[in-house]
């Protein structure tokens, strides 16, 4: 089994600034990938920021210069700080883990629940 366990969400005036936080726990062997997706009402889910195990990033243009995400190996972790929150922002975050649950297993996306961040104009 393993687990991605989301915090961080919430109610946020425009300008302010959150932290999403996504710890994977469980039966893992190695993870190559980690990463925040976001859906808003009525559209898709998109790609928000992803950052690989020898730390290299990418980001939507969208959130380019606004948001940073990091990621701590030791504890399966990664972070995303969103600063200069705009109300286009507000949806649910998921997080992602592309990851082998053993050396004879296939990397496979795992997601977490998702978490709520609105923000207010």
């Known amino acids: 089994q393993v687990q991605l366990v989301e915090s961080g969400g919430g109610l946020v005036q425009a300008g302010g600034s959150l932290r999403l936080s ?4 469980g039966n893992i062997f190695s993870i190559n990938a980690m990463g925040w997706y976001r859906q808003a009402p009525g ?3 998109e790609l928000v920021a992803t950052v690989t195990s020898d730390e290299s990033t ?5 959130v380019k210069g606004r948001f ?3 990621r701590d190996n030791a504890k399966n972790t990664v ?11 507000t949806a649910v975050y998921y997080c992602n883990a592309k990851l ?4 004879w297993n296939y990397v496979r996306d795992y ?8 923000v207010s104009s």
């Open 111 to 118: 997601w977490g629940q998702g978490t709520q961040v609105t």
């Open 22 to 25: 996504c710890a994977a726990s």
């Open 43 to 45: 559209k898709q889910r």
């Open 100 to 103: 082998q649950r053993s050396r």
């Open 68 to 70: 940073t995400i990091s």
């Open 58 to 62: 990418n980001y939507a243009d969208s």
């Open 79 to 89: 972070y995303l700080q969103m600063n200069s929150l705009k109300p286009e922002d």
